[in-house]
């Protein structure tokens, strides 16, 4: 059997400083719309002394339906009244007084003064705690160093694995991937002036000093260090870390020493792993542009020199301290709840590519500087 | 009285293992039905099913004389809006106010207005003392608070009935029997039908109209009645025995 449910329906007579409301139908919150809609902009026109609400023919309301009525009841300023009303949810009617309701707070006006006045005051703190961190962390590095047999190492080869081996085939595609586009699209510009044959040079230089140790960074800070700040975010949200202090372990040495020690165990075996990589790219387009393999080696043990090639690994080795330490830092800074460690997530990769791409500057000048 | 939900021959299974065993029994418009029972015995399970986060082995669960296993999407999403949920943890999103989690369920399943829907998100705040803390986030508020909160955002659509998962958990005694009173506050005045799982039994003697029991040996119903009765004329000792906490007779 088919039940009809009457539409929910608002119909107005004015008859002098009094309107009528003749309500019909279900008033629940998902009926509601329309005659909320019609009836506050039937009383913005009508300016009325005396609201009358006729609710005989209201099958069904709830809380939604008694919201309705203490609206009108604020807007006419208490001279409202329902009739008809059936016996249930008369005590929903009088449920709902608005004028009690604590007032929401105003939204206050900030200066663009006050907004970059907060905004150093921002920077400069986050800059105190990077220095801070800086200093925790190398003297938990140290003390790691005296107390070999305290460092948890079956966490630093957990991470080693997580950060290092896992991250083995991204990495290798990227490199090769990466020494074939460039070889590629060098060697059709260079092939004009029958230099082809240096795109080695060009590959082995840049990719070995250069591009090699940037590449895994990148690839560490998206893969690694974003890891790194959800896991110890977590454990912050979780009260994990509150529970490390209390037992009188230091989180920095705990948690954060062997993530950058494992980081840095892994990232130069990484960035070697995508020279090689890329050196493989280069070799297939120079392969097919009719070199043999021999020439491409001789020209790329001439360019690169052992000096540049432990250079990358230097960089490479600064690179992972940064990554997996603005990680950790990260991690540990998380605020309450789940976006807290999103933050803290998208705050890692974001610092530490910034704070590589700075370093990777200071290491071109202090190279060339030196000669190397 | 009328049924709200009606239970028939539900069984669970858990990776192969029984869970729950053939469960019958039906919970009336208006009463607060407590679900109770020892740890692991299956309470939360079978909150789960009710509410279609589980579906049943076999058996079948009607709430307001829809089948929840058997219904399409579309009438399953029907089925839900007369449902409201209060999880453990209150599950409130962190990234929102209190108002505006309280808002999220009237913007996504009404055309209400702007105006309508904050006004009633607020009311529905007022009702649960909360009305001055609409703009805090849950990490501002403390426990209790979180789940009177959670308990509005589970009224936001004038739901029939509001499943409680442990309620009381964590809270202390005074902050447990305000949460008593505002239950038994909203039973009476929006007719509100109350499906809690609960281990706490000053809170059980204060709200319960009628319990069930489960016990996890033999992973059925053992007893079903009010609070007072089965303390003291149940013919199951186990049942008394978890009536007195655990004091011998």
């Known amino acids: 059997m088919a039940i009809n449910i009457p539409q929910t329906t608002v119909n107005f007579t004015v008859k002098g400083t009094e309107i009528r409301m003749v309500l019909q139908g279900h008033l629940d919150c998902i009926h509601l719309g329309s005659v909320w809609r019609q009836t506050f902009k039937f009383l913005d026109k009508n300016s009325a002394e005396n609201v009358v609400i006729d609710a005989s023919d209201v099958v069904y309301c709830d809380g939604s339906g008694a919201t309705l009525f203490a609206k009108v009841r604020e807007k006419v300023k208490g001279n409202m009244q329902v009739v008809g009303l059936k016996k249930e949810f008369l005590p929903l009617v009088d449920m709902f007084e608005l004028e009690t309701l604590a007032p929401l707070p105003q939204k206050s006006k900030v200066s663009i003064i006050e907004e970059i006045g ?16 800086t200093g925790e962390l190398l003297v938990a590095i140290f003390w790691a160093m005296k107390n070999r047999r305290q460092v948890p190492w079956g966490d630093t ?17 990227i490199g090769f991937l990466l020494g074939l586009i460039m070889a590629f699209q060098s060697a059709v510009p260079m092939k004009q002036f029958g230099a082809e044959i240096f795109v080695a040079d060009l590959i082995g230089l840049s990719m070995l000093k250069e591009l090699g140790p940037l590449l895994t960074a990148i690839v560490l800070a998206g893969r690694s260090g974003s890891a790194f700040a959800a896991e110890l975010g977590t454990m912050k949200v979780n009260e994990e870390i509150n529970a490390l202090v209390t037992m009188g372990l230091d989180p920095v040495r705990y948690l954060a020493v062997t993530r950058v020690i494992a980081s840095v165990m892994m990232t130069p075996i990484l960035s070697c792993f995508c020279c090689l990589f890329a050196l493989m790219g280069g070799a297939i387009v120079i392969l097919s542009l009719g070199y043999p393999l021999v020439i491409y080696m001789d020209r790329i043990a001439q360019a690169v020199t052992i000096t540049a090639f432990l250079a990358g690994v230097v960089k490479s080795v600064a ?15 998380t605020g309450t709840g789940a976006k807290a460690v999103g933050q803290s997530t998208t705050s890692a990769v974001v610092s530490a590519i910034v704070l590589v791409a700075v370093a990777d500057a200071i290491f071109s000048v202090v190279l060339f500087a030196l000669g190397i | 009285m009328e049924p709200i939900i009606k239970v028939k021959n539900l069984t669970a299974k858990y990776e192969g293992h029984m869970v729950l065993d053939s469960l019958d029994f039906e919970i009336h418009r208006g009463e607060v039905f407590v679900i109770l029972g020892g740890s692991g015995c299956g309470k939360s399970t079978l909150l789960k099913h009710l509410i279609g986060l589980y579906a049943p082995f076999s058996g079948s669960i009607h709430i307001d004389g829809d089948d929840i ?15 409201g949920v209060m999880y453990q943890s209150g599950a409130l999103f962190g990234s929102m106010t209190l108002l505006q989690n309280v808002q999220m369920p009237l913007k996504l399943f009404t055309d209400l207005p702007p105006d309508a829907i904050e006004t009633i998100a607020r009311c529905k705040l007022k009702l649960v003392s909360l009305d001055a803390f609409a703009h805090h986030f849950p990490a501002e508020i403390s426990g209790g608070m979180q789940k009177r909160a959670a308990i509005a955002r589970a009224m936001a659509l004038d739901p029939q009935v509001l499943f409680l998962d442990e309620p009381s ?77 655990g004091k011998d007779e």
């Open chain 1, 319 to 333: 690179f992972a301290i940064l990554v997996a330490g603005v990680g950790c830092l990260r991690g540990l800074q």
């Open chain 2, 169 to 245: 958990a964590g809270l202390d005694p005074i902050t447990s029997s305000e949460l008593d009173e505002l239950i038994l506050q909203l039973a009476e005045s929006l007719k509100i039908t109350f499906v809690i799982v609960t281990h706490e039994l000053p809170s059980i003697y204060t709200i319960a109209s009628r319990v069930i029991m489960l016990d996890k040996r033999v992973k059925k119903i053992v007893a079903v009645g009010s609070p007072h009765e089965l303390r003291d004329t149940s013919e199951d000792p186990w049942v008394r025995k978890f009536f007195k906490r």
């Open chain 1, 118 to 133: 907060r905004a150093t005051h921002s920077i400069l703190k986050d800059l105190r705690e990077i220095i801070t961190f």
């Open chain 2, 69 to 83: 296993v058997t219904a399409s999407q579309h009438e399953r999403k029907k089925i839900l809006r007369k449902i």
């Open chain 1, 157 to 173: 080869w957990i991470n080693a694995e997580s950060a290092g081996v896992n991250a083995l085939p991204i990495i290798c595609l």
